[in-house]
């Protein structure tokens, strides 16, 4: 069947404003590929720039940093010549000294002379031998306080320049045993600069003994330090975790200044060793004292197994994201351990804090958690009130947990049940498997059947299109 003139003119129409359409899809992908090339290339840009002034920082940093110890240096070599200087007169000055009195000593052992050879003219060669011997003897002693004068200054001014000379770093100070740990009668424990591995850079802190209701209490006075407050919490942590200590109330080591307690046994029977640390960002008072309190008992809310930090981190990834309150889950996450353990609501716990890559290429904080170490509980800390909240376990959590406690029974009966248990979980498992294939099979058939209708569908509609042509 031939094609009128207007049929003809409006496919050519069609093919015209489907060539103009393409054209114009064309030049939009163009655009937009534009677009995201521009973006990109912004975005490495700004990285670039933030990189530039990060390396800036640096080296003004570190330019400062020289300074400072070239000043340091330089004020050190002044102090240094300055007590030679002063060493060096006062002697000058002592020999002067020592030469004047020695003058008119001589002019008045020479009067005392002239005066009894007057008084006694007949023994006059021997009053004259015996003053003689009598101004030799006092000659030598004026000698001999003149040199321990001397000698002695020297020690006095070799002791203030090896001072000056040590202070500068040119020697090593000798080990105090004070800063290598806290001694109370037979109790001692690791000072924190041992602790730091900074025992023989640290200065002494100031040491006073007071007196108690339960005895002595020592006490080591930190001052001037930068990050107290981490030391503290790296020190606490160390011996919670390692030396046996225990709190002796709650505490939170997040919060930059506060008051910590923890005790241990003592070597003295029915009392124990107890520090308390009074801490600041700038400084902390470590006290030392031993009294007949009674260590707490850690809550133990479940009788599993203390894990580790990789296992705390596993525990929590089988929580689901939203029970966490997050947008994605654990494993999306960059994770960072904290240092040792808390204790929170009584119980030790790992710390774990979640965080994501920002724009600029930096981690930007997104929650954190802390996981008791026997799985007993997991909280969330929210930073803007200082809280803690207490998860809730899951239905999967409580059957686990209700499974763990069920494996502490050792019984015939219970063995049975589970034998009979697993037997059911079989059977169950068979007939989902055969449930399964049925339903496969069923949805081969009707799949079968579509693509047949779909065929006899399709014959149909070319015969009528034959039909309609002739």
């Given at each position: 069947?031939?094609?009128?003139?207007?049929?003809?003119?409006?496919?050519?129409?069609?093919?015209?404003?489907?060539?103009?359409?393409?054209?114009?899809?064309?030049?939009?992908?163009?655009?937009?590929?534009?677009?995201?090339?521009?973006?990109?290339?912004?975005?490495?840009?700004?990285?670039?720039?933030?990189?530039?002034?990060?390396?800036?920082?640096?080296?003004?940093?570190?330019?400062?940093?020289?300074?400072?110890?070239?000043?340091?240096?330089?004020?050190?070599?002044?102090?240094?010549?300055?007590?030679?200087?002063e060493a060096a007169n006062k002697i000058k000055a002592l020999k002067n000294d020592a030469k004047k009195g020695k003058i008119a000593e001589k002019a008045e052992k020479a009067a005392k002379k002239d005066k009894k050879e007057k008084g006694k003219p007949k023994s006059k060669s021997k009053s004259k031998n015996s003053a003689e011997n009598e101004g030799a003897v006092a000659g030598g002693n004026n000698k001999k306080k003149l040199f321990a004068g001397v000698l002695a200054l020297v020690f006095v001014c070799g002791g203030v320049v090896g001072f000056l000379h040590f202070k500068g770093g040119n020697k090593e100070e000798e080990k105090d045993p004070y800063i290598e740990a806290y001694v109370l009668d037979d109790d001692f424990v690791t000072?924190?600069?041992?602790?730091?591995?900074?025992?023989?850079?640290?200065?002494?802190?100031?040491?006073?003994?007071?007196?108690?209701?339960?005895?002595?209490?020592?006490?080591?006075?930190?001052?001037?330090?930068?990050?107290?407050?981490?030391?503290?919490?790296?020190?606490?942590?160390?011996?919670?975790?390692?030396?046996?200590?225990?709190?002796?109330?709650?505490?939170?080591?997040?919060?930059?200044?506060?008051?910590?307690?923890?005790?241990?046994?003592?070597?003295?029977?029915?009392?124990?060793?107890?520090?308390?640390?009074?801490?600041?960002?700038?400084?902390?008072?470590?006290?030392?004292?031993?009294?007949?309190?009674?260590?707490?008992?850690?809550?133990?809310?479940?009788?599993?197994?203390?894990?580790?930090?990789?296992?705390?981190?596993?525990?929590?990834?089988?929580?689901?994201?939203?029970?966490?309150?997050?947008?994605?889950?654990?494993?999306?996450?960059?994770?960072?351990?904290?240092?040792?353990?808390?204790?929170?609501?009584?119980?030790?716990?790992?710390?774990?804090?979640?965080?994501?890559?920002?724009?600029?290429?930096?981690?930007?904080?997104?929650?954190?958690?802390?996981?008791?170490?026997?799985?007993?509980?997991?909280?969330?800390?929210?930073?803007?009130?200082?809280?803690?909240?207490?998860?809730?376990?899951?239905?999967?959590?409580?059957?686990?947990?209700?499974?763990?406690?069920?494996?502490?029974?050792?019984?015939?009966?219970?063995?049975?049940?589970?034998?009979?248990?697993?037997?059911?979980?079989?059977?169950?498992?068979?007939?989902?498997?055969?449930?399964?294939?049925?339903?496969?099979?069923?949805?081969?058939?009707?799949?079968?059947?579509?693509?047949?209708?779909?065929?006899?569908?399709?014959?149909?509609?070319?015969?009528?299109?034959?039909?309609?042509?002739?």
């Open positions: 069947m031939k094609k009128t003139v207007e049929q003809k003119a409006e496919i050519a129409k069609q093919k015209i404003d489907k060539k103009a359409e393409k054209q114009k899809l064309k030049k939009e992908k163009a655009a937009a590929k534009k677009e995201n090339a521009s973006a990109k290339k912004e975005k490495q840009k700004q990285q670039k720039a933030a990189k530039k002034e990060t390396t800036s920082t640096k080296k003004q940093a570190k330019k400062e940093l020289a300074e400072q110890k070239k000043a340091a240096k330089k004020e050190a070599a002044e102090l240094k010549k300055k007590a030679k200087q000072s924190i600069p041992k602790f730091l591995g900074e025992s023989e850079k640290r200065e002494l802190p100031e040491i006073t003994e007071e007196q108690g209701d339960d005895g002595k209490r020592i006490v080591y006075d930190y001052t001037g330090l930068k990050d107290a407050d981490e030391e503290v919490r790296d020190y606490i942590n160390f011996l919670t975790s390692e030396k046996e200590f225990v709190p002796m109330f709650e505490y939170n080591l997040e919060i930059p200044a506060g008051y910590i307690s923890v005790g241990t046994t003592s070597q003295e029977e029915g009392k124990i060793l107890k520090l308390d640390i009074d801490y600041t960002e700038t400084d902390y008072k470590v006290m030392v004292s031993k009294t007949t309190e009674e260590l707490p008992d850690i809550k133990e809310t479940s009788g599993g197994k203390d894990i580790s930090r990789d296992g705390a981190l596993n525990y929590l990834t089988t929580l689901p994201a939203e029970k966490l309150g997050m947008e994605k889950p654990v494993g999306e996450y960059k994770t960072v351990y904290d240092a040792g353990q808390s204790s929170i609501d009584g119980l030790s716990c790992y710390g774990i804090s979640l965080y994501e890559l920002g724009t600029a290429g930096t981690n930007v904080f997104q929650g954190k958690f802390f996981v008791a170490t026997n799985q007993s509980a997991v909280f969330r800390y929210h930073p803007e009130n200082d809280t803690y909240v207490k998860l809730e376990k899951t239905e999967k959590q409580k059957v686990l947990s209700n499974i763990e406690s069920a494996e502490g029974t050792e019984s015939a009966a219970d063995g049975e049940n589970t034998e009979q248990t697993e037997k059911d979980a079989q059977e169950q498992t068979d007939e989902t498997a055969k449930d399964k294939e049925q339903s496969d099979s069923d949805d081969d058939e009707k799949e079968k059947d579509s693509k047949k209708d779909k065929k006899v569908q399709k014959g149909r509609k070319e015969e009528k299109e034959e039909q309609k042509q002739s």
